[in-house]
């Protein structure tokens, strides 16, 4: 039996993934890979392939058969997601006075409203806001079997509310994952890309992104790397920082998570960073004052040389259960990804464009352990799962609009 698409994408994804990390020890004094690590990192990916393998094999079966037209879905997505953004920012421009303030303090911003800090939205617009994800993949999905302009429109709107949101607390998480989702787009409908059209928007979708870093950074491209200097091997130009400082952000997962191993006192957190995004729902519904379960990416830092707390979707499991969180927490997470690709549809493949994301954004945490990103995949289960099928139609549509 031929293994599945996204059996075969992840195979190649986490050995190119594995082989650019290991290249990182030119650049910076990391410490040598222990043989647990490494025993740990093909746990992990030979546990994920296993998954997606045994997931494929099942056959996806409908729950109902109800209708939900998709351009109806965009229209509502679209009104209640600016307005979901732009009550966050309303929130937060009455709490500190003004744009220019927050802009002004970038850095002690996000530290202060990040994580365990102050809460300046409230919890349902927070969520509501997180629909931006589904808006735009199920834009690009009506794109891929339409061809109709509008819906490549509607899905730059949902780009710019994504960087709206991730400027709430001067990330770039969102927009990540949206890069990662139209990487995603482009890998599973075999798009042909020119490399001449995509430099001007390459150029300019990396300047939005790096845009929160530089502000924190102290609005230079210097400041972005200044806490890379001393780990380099070798001097890198300040033009070249974004660079560096992405690659050190995706590449040292695998580092990072070498010395944490290195610890005699580790306490496992039994689901608590993977599963953070439920309990935190939990605790922020029921106003709860134990704060311990959120534990996304704070705390744990480690040197490798330079500061960081991003172990990989590896460490993440393992800081949950151990060895037997690296083993079982893969199996489950390929086989639901495997199965939910059987899905044919305008919903299924506006779900496997979040699952591609999910599955890039691993080499740095379980993107589902963030509510923002596990609702959207939630409810496109939901649609993909209860709504019927749009294929057929779409493709007798086009080939009706080709005449």
Same mark, same amino acid.
Request: one cysteine or more; a positive charge; proline letters at 2%.
């Given at each position: 039996?031929?293994?599945?698409?996204?059996?075969?994408?992840?195979?190649?994804?986490?050995?190119?993934?594995?082989?650019?990390?290991?290249?990182?020890?030119?650049?910076?004094?990391?410490?040598?890979?222990?043989?647990?690590?490494?025993?740990?990192?093909?746990?992990?990916?030979?546990? !994920?392939?296993?998954?997606?393998?045994?997931?494929?094999?099942?056959?996806?079966?409908?729950?109902?058969?109800?209708?939900?037209?998709?351009?109806?879905?965009?229209?509502?997505?679209?009104?209640?997601?600016?307005?979901?953004?732009?009550?966050?920012?309303?929130?937060?421009?009455?709490?500190?006075?003004?744009?220019?303030?927050?802009?002004?303090?970038?850095?002690?911003?996000?530290?202060?409203?990040?994580?365990?800090?102050?809460?300046?939205?409230?919890?349902?617009?927070?969520?509501?806001?997180? !629909?931006?994800?589904?808006?735009?993949?199920?834009?690009?999905?009506?794109?891929?079997?339409?061809?109709?302009?509008?819906?490549?429109?509607?899905?730059?709107? !949902?780009?710019?509310?994504?960087?709206?949101?991730?400027?709430?607390?001067?990330?770039?998480?969102?927009?990540?994952?949206?890069?990662?989702?139209?990487?995603?787009?482009?890998?599973?409908?075999?798009?042909?890309?020119?490399?001449?059209?995509?430099?001007?928007?390459?150029?300019?979708?990396?300047?939005?992104?790096?845009?929160?870093?530089?502000?924190?950074?102290?609005?230079?491209?210097?400041?972005?790397?200044?806490?890379?200097?001393?780990?380099?091997?070798?001097?890198?130009?300040?033009?070249?920082?974004?660079?560096?400082?992405?690659?050190? /952000?995706?590449?040292?997962?695998?580092?990072?998570?070498?010395? /944490?191993?290195?610890?005699?006192?580790?306490?496992?957190?039994?689901?608590?960073?993977?599963?953070?995004?439920?309990?935190?729902?939990?605790?922020?519904?029921?106003?709860?004052?134990?704060?311990?379960?959120?534990?996304?990416?704070?705390?744990?830092?480690?040197?490798?040389?330079?500061?960081?707390?991003?172990?990989?979707?590896?460490?993440?499991?393992?800081?949950?259960?151990?060895?037997?969180?690296?083993?079982?927490?893969?199996?489950?997470?390929?086989?639901?990804?495997?199965?939910?690709?059987?899905?044919?549809?305008?919903?299924?493949?506006?779900?496997?464009?979040?699952?591609?994301?999910?599955?890039?954004?691993?080499?740095?945490?379980?993107?589902?352990?963030?509510?923002?990103?596990?609702?959207?995949?939630?409810?496109?289960?939901?649609?993909?799962?209860?709504?019927?099928?749009?294929?057929?139609?779409?493709?007798?549509?086009?080939?009706?609009?080709?005449?």
């Amino acid at each position: 039996m031929r293994a599945s698409w996204v059996t075969r994408f992840s195979f190649k994804f986490y050995v190119i993934f594995i082989l650019i990390s290991l290249l990182g020890s030119l650049f910076f004094n990391y410490k040598e890979l222990e043989l647990f690590t490494l025993f740990l990192v093909v746990l992990y990916v030979l546990q !994920f392939l296993v998954g997606t393998r045994l997931g494929s094999t099942w056959k996806p079966k409908k729950i109902l058969n109800l209708q939900v037209d998709s351009d109806v879905l965009l229209k509502f997505l679209l009104v209640f997601c600016t307005i979901s953004v732009l009550l966050g920012w309303f929130y937060i421009i009455k709490n500190y006075g003004s744009i220019a303030t927050i802009f002004a303090s970038s850095l002690a911003f996000r530290q202060e409203t990040i994580g365990d800090g102050v809460q300046l939205v409230p919890v349902y617009i927070s969520y509501s806001a997180c !629909f931006v994800y589904v808006g735009l993949v199920v834009s690009l999905s009506r794109f891929h079997y339409y061809g109709q302009r509008k819906d490549i429109v509607r899905a730059l709107y !949902f780009g710019v509310l994504i960087v709206l949101l991730d400027f709430q607390s001067f990330g770039r998480i969102g927009m990540l994952y949206s890069i990662f989702i139209i990487i995603g787009y482009v890998l599973l409908f075999k798009v042909a890309i020119s490399i001449k059209k995509i430099i001007i928007p390459g150029i300019a979708a990396l300047s939005i992104f790096m845009l929160p870093r530089w502000f924190r950074g102290g609005n230079s491209l210097e400041g972005m790397s200044d806490e890379y200097a001393d780990a380099l091997k070798v001097s890198i130009p300040g033009l070249f920082s974004p660079f560096l400082a992405i690659y050190a /952000y995706y590449f040292s997962g695998i580092y990072a998570l070498n010395e /944490y191993l290195k610890k005699t006192n580790i306490v496992f957190y039994e689901g608590k960073r993977n599963f953070s995004s439920l309990i935190n729902l939990y605790n922020r519904l029921f106003s709860l004052e134990d704060t311990s379960h959120r534990l996304i990416i704070q705390g744990d830092n480690v040197q490798i040389p330079y500061d960081t707390n991003i172990f990989t979707i590896i460490g993440e499991c393992y800081m949950d259960f151990g060895i037997f969180g690296v083993f079982i927490l893969p199996l489950f997470f390929g086989f639901c990804i495997g199965l939910l690709f059987k899905y044919e549809g305008l919903y299924a493949d506006a779900l496997k464009l979040i699952m591609i994301g999910w599955i890039f954004y691993t080499p740095i945490y379980n993107a589902f352990s963030f509510g923002g990103f596990l609702f959207p995949f939630m409810f496109l289960i939901f649609l993909t799962c209860t709504v019927k099928n749009e294929k057929n139609m779409l493709v007798k549509k086009c080939k009706h609009l080709e005449k």
